[in-house]
Structure formats: structure tokens, C-alpha cells
């Protein structure tokens, strides 16, 4: 585990960085607070710190009340070191955001106490953080493509209807947006053919085929069943045929690995074309209608609006 120890004394902070380490801890040392700041507004910066309240240039409370401010989530914890013996002093440390303190001179037994009680603390932050993260993903991802689901990739498709309205069309660099709504062509017949457990597999690598086709910023969802929905910014008329082609040819030359040998599928797809006058129903709406007209012209189709 990484401590931080900031403390202007250079004796004080040499004898504690001996103990820490001695401790096995990995010790990162700062003579002052602005010094101490620098290294928490890095990416790894440690979890833990024992700070010291009296400092040149940026004292120990004002350090905390910029470290409570900028870390929302696991915020690290704080054992302020103080000679001060006043309980106001040390009540004011603690309502500033110091989570423990600890008086100079310190006894070293206690000061071990102390962060191992940090440490549980901070393992139980990161245990927590990392459940509400998996919640989160969960919240908004297909359980069985892992892609985004219907509720998130339509809160997708509203922010980026949001994005187009708000600029209107004035961002020369922007193409505005394309919307691709497609599904499998006689995906029942996979289903009732060959079973379920195949049909899920067919959906699956379906969702790797796309995915290695998608650029960094489009954003590709589940509506339902063997529905799925594509959002594409950045091209205009002519460039939205070129994409939504190549996934239409990708998928139709790709076979899929399954329990009852290699299937080859193709997509029936609607691609619409996004104004800033557009709400999600009108979009939503318009793609359907599209995608329906290519079944109807025997599938492995686009159609686009104008």
C-alpha cells in the first residue's frame, strides 16, 4: 500500500518514512503541502496520507479541504499529525475532513493501529466502489452481448439528438448523424431449427462482428430480442452508405462459430438521416419503417431516408 507523508521536518519525515517502510509500506514524501497536492492530483496518487498541520505555503487543513473537495469518489484517508493538544484544535481537524490524528510525538505502535484501521477503511472504499461500477455496467449493458441495452442506447440516441439540436447544424466539422436500425433475417427459423442456445450464440457473435467495425465514438445497443440499434455522428448523406454498407457486407461474409457449426446470417437494415428538428420518436420511427422495408425486399438490404 502507498502512504503519503507530508510533514516539512526533515527529521520527522525521514524517521517516519523509516518506519513505514519498515512496516512494508511504500513511502512517497512531500516537504510541504503544495508539494503534497502536486502528487494527488496525479493519476496514482496514494490512498492514504499522514499529514502534518503545520506546513509553509499550504497548511495541513487547507490540504484536506482541497483533497475533500476534488475526490467524490474514494477519497483517501487522512491522519493528521499535530502537536496541538487543545480538543477545539482537534475537533476542528476532524470537522475539516481528517478522518484520524494522531499527537507528536507519536508512539509507534499507535500510529501502526491507526493505519491499519485506514487501511480497512480504504479497502472497504474500494470494495464499494467497485460494486456500485459493476452495478452500474450491469444497469446498462445486454447480460447476453455485453453491448449497451435499450434503455441505455436510447439515452445515447437523446444525447446525441440533444448535440445535433444544440449546435444546429453550425459545426462545420460535424456531418451530423446517422441512425441504423436493423435485425437478424429469419432469426425464428435459427431458433425453432437448430434451438435457443444457438440463437443466443448467433446474437453474440453477431455483437463481435459489429463491434470490431465501429468506430471509437459510435455507439451500438440492444433494443430486444434480435433487434439492434446503431448510432453513427459524424457522416453525412453520402458517407452513411459507405459505413452501414461495410457492416452489412461484414456480417453477410462472416460466419458465426456456434454448438451446431459455423452460420452465416445476414441484417435487414433502416438508416435514417438525423435534423436538429427531430425528436427520438421521429427517429425511432422513421428507422423502423425503413428497416421493415428492407425485409420486404427480401433481406440482406438497407434502406435509407432522405
Aim: proline residues 3%.
Amino acid at each position: 500500500m502507498k502512504i503519503l507523508i507530508a510533514d516539512d521536518d526533515l527529521t520527522a519525515r525521514t524517521i517516519l518514512t523509516g518506519i513505514l517502510k519498515k512496516w512494508d509500506y511504500e513511502v512517497v514524501a512531500a516537504q510541504d503541502g503544495l508539494a503534497a497536492w502536486e502528487i494527488m492530483e496525479q493519476p496514482d496518487c496514494p490512498l492514504l496520507i499522514i499529514l502534518d498541520w503545520m506546513m509553509p505555503g499550504l497548511d495541513g487543513l487547507e490540504l484536506i479541504r482541497r483533497l475533500r473537495a476534488k475526490f467524490s469518489w474514494q477519497p483517501p484517508y487522512i491522519i493528521l499529525l499535530t502537536s496541538k493538544n487543545e480538543k477545539g484544535d482537534i475537533l476542528s481537524g476532524l470537522e475539516t475532513g481528517a478522518n484520524d490524528y494522531i499527537k507528536k510525538p507519536f508512539d509507534s505502535e499507535e500510529l501502526y493501529a491507526r493505519i491499519r484501521v485506514g487501511q480497512r477503511t480504504i479497502d472497504l472504499q474500494t470494495s464499494l466502489y467497485e460494486s456500485q461500477q459493476n452495478l452500474a455496467h450491469l444497469a446498462a449493458h445486454d447480460p447476453l452481448t455485453g453491448i449497451l441495452n435499450r434503455r441505455a442506447i436510447l439515452e445515447q440516441l437523446s444525447k446525441e439528438l440533444a448535440r445535433i439540436q444544440r449546435l444546429g447544424g453550425r459545426d462545420q466539422d460535424d456531418d451530423g448523424l446517422s441512425v441504423g436500425f436493423f435485425d437478424i433475417d429469419h432469426f425464428k427459423h435459427i431458433n425453432d431449427h437448430y434451438s435457443h442456445q444457438v440463437g443466443d450464440e448467433v446474437l453474440r457473435g453477431l455483437v463481435e462482428i459489429l463491434s470490431s467495425q465501429m468506430r471509437a465514438y459510435d455507439s451500438f445497443g440492444r433494443l430486444g430480442g434480435d433487434e439492434f440499434l446503431v448510432i453513427a455522428p459524424g457522416l453525412d448523406v453520402s458517407k452513411r452508405k459507405n459505413f452501414f454498407e461495410r457492416l452489412k457486407t461484414t456480417i453477410a461474409s462472416s460466419g458465426i462459430k456456434t454448438s451446431a457449426g459455423d452460420l452465416s446470417v445476414t441484417v435487414s437494415m433502416g438508416v435514417t438521416h438525423v435534423s436538429p428538428e427531430n425528436n427520438i420518436d421521429q427517429v425511432l420511427d422513421s428507422a423502423d419503417t425503413t428497416m421493415y422495408r428492407a425485409k420486404r425486399d427480401g433481406g440482406n438490404s438497407i434502406v435509407y431516408t432522405e
